[in-house]
């Protein structure tokens, strides 16, 4: 899968639009459940998915990841082999945990969700543990066929059925059995679609299960991680459930689904960066993995950390306007801490994708799992005492150590320019752009977009006044978008100002 820059960069942006837009689907429902059900009800609705998910690493036994690692390089009829064989072992070990997850559903409704009447709920939902990963599974090789157009396609499609049928059902009284219903509607249109473009591309092929050996003793390693990072992510839900009520747990949620808005800057970077430098490395273009690492890791935090900053000022307008007004007192503290551990996330994805180049998963065991760890004991020790900002500030604590242990690992086996001085320019421009939102003291819903629109504008325009970009590199930032012949006039006009 060898590209260019450019092709590269242009491919972050289709899939980084897709991707966007799917993560705006969570501050789209945000309001639909909370303005229609309630803090209760939304905060039913987030311990049900948390559960999932906490169970998905265990259905896809970490398959997902010798798929982008082993098949990178090959040719199309394997890496279809290879799919097929996955996906096949997925919708086994998937149907027997919907069965599982079936006849436990009051157990796990009682004692885990604290929440009886969530029983009925969680047995329908029982069949979505089947297709939603394997919608995981095949939506990750898409990038492993370098099929990003089909991917974006895809990715928008679901975020937008997702979106429609939960309104639907919601808004027309059928509470949360309807939005359960419309998600495995969705898991099931979409792999429908995704199985359409992969046999219409590559063809059929039969599974292969000698192949299962090697994936399986890569992929098994990596559950553990896999667990411990819902345990991080999810663990503090259901604390909060547990020690405060679904109610608090709907607060939380609220606020932290704004928080994690920037998520969506690491997750279609990654998407791409990592099957792009395992290729590049296996084929000896070390110079090129580094420089795709350093504009990856550049590129992130120019956009993150800006994010962090905007969302951070807006967390009360963007509360009151897509919740109730029960949602804000805490939310206001929650949104800031929940946005600066996803900065510190995408800093560690980078590390990750330089290590995962050497195989090294032993380190992401010692990190995800002392993240975790602490992480639990700390949210046990202080949501009790403090409340839901205490899960907030535990959340940064683990984010803050995997980084720390991720990236001073990383650096011990490959190195790359983290440029610090451009990070400062980010930070001293987003300081300045934070501080004219917060005059302009946004309270509707179009001032918060004017407010976005304008901070977009301030920042960026400060970042060029520090000459945060290199001649030669803005320019092909600006041919890389399609604006070259615009670059062109600027410059013309600016050298003839100068002069």
């Known amino acids: 899968m060898k590209e260019s820059p450019k092709i590269f960069v242009q491919r972050i942006g289709l899939v980084g639009f897709s991707q966007t837009y799917a993560s705006l689907r969570g501050l789209i429902i945000l309001p639909i459940i909370t303005k229609t059900l309630g803090a209760s009800d939304y905060g039913i609705w987030t311990l049900i998915l948390v559960t999932f998910s906490v169970l998905q690493p265990f259905v896809i036994l970490g398959l997902n990841s010798p798929i982008l690692r082993f098949l990178s390089s090959q040719k199309k009829e394997k890496i279809v082999q290879g799919v097929i064989t996955v996906v096949l072992t997925v919708f086994f070990t998937g149907t027997i945990a919907s069965i599982f997850l079936f006849f436990s559903s009051d157990i796990i409704a009682t004692n885990i969700l604290k929440v009886p009447s969530a029983g009925y709920i969680i047995k329908i939902a029982a069949l979505l543990i089947i297709f939603d990963a394997m919608n995981t599974v095949i939506l990750g090789s898409f990038r492993v066929f370098g099929m990003i157009k089909k991917y974006a396609i895809v990715v928008i499609i679901k975020t937008s059925l997702e979106i429609g049928l939960i309104a639907f059902f919601v808004l027309f009284g059928y509470g949360l059995i309807g939005a359960v219903i419309s998600l495995i509607l969705t898991a099931i249109i979409s792999l429908i679609i995704m199985l359409f473009f992969i046999f219409s591309y590559a063809g059929m092929a039969r599974p292969n299960f000698s192949l299962l050996k090697p994936y399986l003793l890569f992929g098994l390693p990596l559950i553990p991680i896999s667990l411990a990072q819902h345990v991080i992510e999810i663990s503090d839900r259901y604390l909060v459930g547990f020690f405060m009520g679904a109610e608090n747990v709907g607060t939380y949620s609220a606020a932290y689904s704004i928080g994690i808005i920037p998520l969506a800057l690491s997750t279609y970077l990654i998407y791409l960066l990592g099957p792009t430098v395992y290729d590049l490395y296996d084929n000896g273009q070390i110079n090129k993995v580094k420089m795709y690492l350093s504009y990856s ?71 995800f799992v002392s993240a975790a760890v602490t992480n639990f004991l700390l949210n046990i020790i202080f949501i009790p005492m403090f409340g839901v900002i205490a899960a907030a500030i535990t959340t940064l604590i683990a984010y803050l150590l995997l980084t720390v242990i991720i990236g001073f690992s990383a650096r011990q086996y490959f190195t790359f320019n983290l440029h610090p001085l451009f990070i400062l320019k980010c930070i001293l421009a987003s300081v300045c752009m934070s501080f004219i939102i917060w005059l302009l003291k946004s309270n509707t819903t179009f001032e918060i977009i004017i407010s976005i629109i304008l901070g977009i504008f301030i920042y960026f325009t400060l970042l060029l006044l520090q000459k945060g970009f290199k001649k030669g590199e803005l320019r092909s930032i600006f041919e890389i978008i399609g604006l070259k012949k615009l670059y062109d006039k600027f410059d013309f006009s600016f050298s003839k100002i100068k002069k």
């Open 297 to 367: 890791w550049k590129y992130l935090l120019m956009l993150s950390i800006p994010s962090a900053f905007g969302l951070s000022i807006l967390a009360e307008s963007l509360l009151r306007n897509m919740t109730t007004s029960s949602f804000i007192t805490d939310g206001i503290y929650i949104v800031p801490l929940v946005v600066v551990s996803i900065v510190f996330w995408g800093m560690e994805q980078i590390f990750g994708v330089s290590l995962l180049i050497f195989k090294r998963r032993k380190i992401f065991v010692i990190a």
